[in-house]
T-cell receptor, first 110, second 117 residues
Framework: KQEVTQIPAALSVPEGENLVLNCSFT??????LQWFRQDPGKGLTSLLL?????REQTSGRLNASLDKSSGRSTLYIAASQPGDSATYLC?????????FGAGTTVTVRA | GAVVSQHPSRVICKSGTSVKIECRSL??????MFWYRQFPKKSLMLMAT?????????EQGVEKDKFLINHASLTLSTLTVTSAHPEDSSFYIC?????????????FGSGTRLTVV
C-alpha cells in the first residue's frame, strides 16, 4: 500500500522567504505526482503535475522536482507572499487512485 | 483547463433525510470520478471510485448502502448520503480524471460541506 508523507506538517515564514515543502512516498511505481493547494473550507487546486518520466515542472514561482527512485518530491515556492498561505497536498497516482499526504500548512507573515 | 463543478457547496439537513451531491466535469469527459471525505485538519480519504455505466467501487469500511453513487454519463456523478446522521457531517470532495491529454492529472471540485442536525 502506498504511503505518502509530507514534512513539515506546518511552516511559518516571513514574506519574501523561499518555501521548501517535502513529500516522500514508499512505492516508486507511480504514474505521476501532483501538488495541490487547499484553502480552508475549499476544494483542491492543482498546482503542478509531474509525469513519472519527468524530473521537474515549473509554473511561475513554483517548481516541483521528482526523484522516483528515491521516492521523493520537493515543491519550491520562491519569494513567498501572504497569499501563498494555504495547505499544500502532495498526491501520487498509482493504477487509477491518488494517495495523499496529510499536507503542509503554510503561513506567510506580512 | 479542466474544470469540475460540484454542487451544492454547503447543505444543512435534518437527521434521517437524504442529501444528493452532484459532480460534473465541464469541459472534458471523465469515465472515472472519485469521491473523497475530509475530516477537519486531515487529508482526503477516498470513499469510492465511480465508473461511468457501472457500479461504483467502494473502499474498505465505506457503507455502500449509505453512500449511493451513480455515474450515469461521462460528465456527471452523484453521491447520495442516505438517512444522514450527525456523524455523516463532513466535507465531501469529488474529482475527475481526464483520460486523454492534457488531462492526465486529477481535477477536483470545490467541495460540499454537509451538516446534519
Amino acid at each position: 500500500k502506498q504511503e505518502v508523507t509530507q514534512i513539515p506538517a506546518a511552516l511559518s515564514v516571513p514574506e519574501g522567504e523561499n518555501l521548501v515543502l517535502n513529500c516522500s512516498f514508499t512505492d516508486s511505481a507511480i504514474y505521476n505526482l501532483q501538488w495541490f493547494r487547499q484553502d480552508p473550507g475549499k476544494g483542491l487546486t492543482s498546482l503542478l503535475l509531474i509525469q513519472s518520466s519527468q524530473r521537474e515542472q515549473t509554473s511561475g514561482r513554483l517548481n516541483a522536482s521528482l526523484d522516483k527512485s528515491s521516492g521523493r518530491s520537493t515543491l519550491y515556492i520562491a519569494a513567498s507572499q501572504p497569499g501563498d498561505s494555504a495547505t499544500y497536498l502532495c498526491a501520487v497516482s498509482g493504477d487509477y487512485k491518488l494517495s495523499f499526504g496529510a499536507g503542509t500548512t503554510v503561513t506567510v507573515r506580512a | 483547463g479542466a474544470v469540475v463543478s460540484q454542487h451544492p457547496s454547503r447543505v444543512i439537513c435534518k437527521s434521517g433525510t437524504s442529501v444528493k451531491i452532484e459532480c460534473r466535469s465541464l469541459d472534458f469527459q471523465a469515465t472515472t470520478m472519485f469521491w473523497y471525505r475530509q475530516f477537519p485538519k486531515k487529508s482526503l480519504m477516498l470513499m469510492a471510485t465511480s465508473n461511468e455505466g457501472s457500479k461504483a467501487t467502494y473502499e474498505q469500511g465505506v457503507e455502500k448502502d449509505k453512500f449511493l453513487i451513480n455515474h450515469a454519463s461521462l460528465t456527471l456523478s452523484t453521491l447520495t448520503v442516505t438517512s444522514a446522521h450527525p456523524e455523516d457531517s463532513s466535507f465531501y470532495i469529488c474529482s475527475a480524471r481526464g483520460d486523454s491529454a492534457p488531462n492526465y492529472g486529477y481535477t477536483f471540485g470545490s467541495g460540499t460541506r454537509l451538516t446534519v442536525v
